[in-house]
T-cell receptor
Framework: KNEVEQSPQNLTAQEGEFITINCSYSVGISALHWLQQHPGGGIVSLFMLSSGKKKHGRLIATINIQEKHSSLHITASHPRDSAVYIC????????FGTGTSLTVIP | NAGVMQNPRHLVRRRGQEARLRCSPMKGHSHVYWYRQLPEEGLKFMVYLQKENIIDESGMPKERFSAEFPKEGPSILRIQQVVRGDSAAYFCASFREWPNYGYTFGSGTRLTVV
């Protein structure tokens, strides 16, 4: 069993839709990260959370420490949001989810 | 603030050669993580270093791979006698815990073994 589970694995949405990606983890953590990786590109850190909720533009990330669960929301999705979104948790080492591949269709 | 610098961006090595990947952490960051992404796979932790110390190398292959983070200079991930299966993207990330927790990824080194 992976320490970090993401769902869904793949997601296709129409432009403008509200998107949610979920992440559950099974280890103790000091922080949780949401990362974005474009095809062939590097990795961009979107959020780092240890509690509560953060918002940056159209992106919102929440975490529930008791339930060991986090969600990444994208409001008013756009084709440029198409990428792989990765949840990673930082405990005694780093554990990565397998990623959610998002495609936003115009 | 140049961020985490990795070089080279792309590296081609023949089987049996050595590969050296460099990672310069952000200013003020004294912790470095290396991880790799094999083709069509997710990211995997390799090693966690602080200056002059290996903290956790549980993700490193037992042979041919080594890492260091000297007092001065970048962190180095060294792969000896590379094989085709070493072809991957290798990323590093640096962070600090105080005064503000911060974590930054490098743009990666793409190693191709031919």
């Amino acid at each position: 069993k992976n320490e970090v589970e993401q769902s869904p694995q793949n997601l296709t949405a129409q432009e403008g839709e509200f998107i949610t990606i979920n992440c559950s983890y099974s280890v103790g953590i000091s922080a949780l990260h949401w990362l974005q990786q474009h095809p062939g590109g590097g990795i961009v850190s979107l959020f780092m959370l240890s509690s509560g909720k953060k918002k940056h533009g159209r992106l919102i990330a929440t975490i529930n420490i008791q339930e060991k669960h986090s969600s990444l929301h994208i409001t008013a999705s756009h084709p440029r949001d198409s990428a792989v979104y990765i949840c990673a948790v930082h405990g005694n080492q780093f554990y990565f989810g397998t990623g959610t591949s998002l495609t936003v269709i115009p | 603030n140049a961020g985490v610098m990795q070089n080279p961006r792309h590296l081609v090595r023949r089987r049996g050669q050595e590969a050296r990947l460099r990672c310069s952490p952000m200013k003020g960051h004294s912790h470095v993580y290396w991880y790799r992404q094999l083709p069509e796979e997710g990211l995997k932790f390799m090693v966690y270093l602080q200056k002059e110390n290996i903290i956790d190398e549980s993700g490193m292959p037992k042979e041919r791979f080594s890492a260091e983070f000297p007092k001065e200079g970048p962190s180095i991930l060294r792969i000896q006698q590379v094989v085709r299966g070493d072809s991957a993207a290798y990323f590093c990330a640096s962070f600090r815990e105080w005064p503000n927790y911060g974590y930054t990824f490098g743009s990666g080194t793409r190693l191709t073994v031919v």
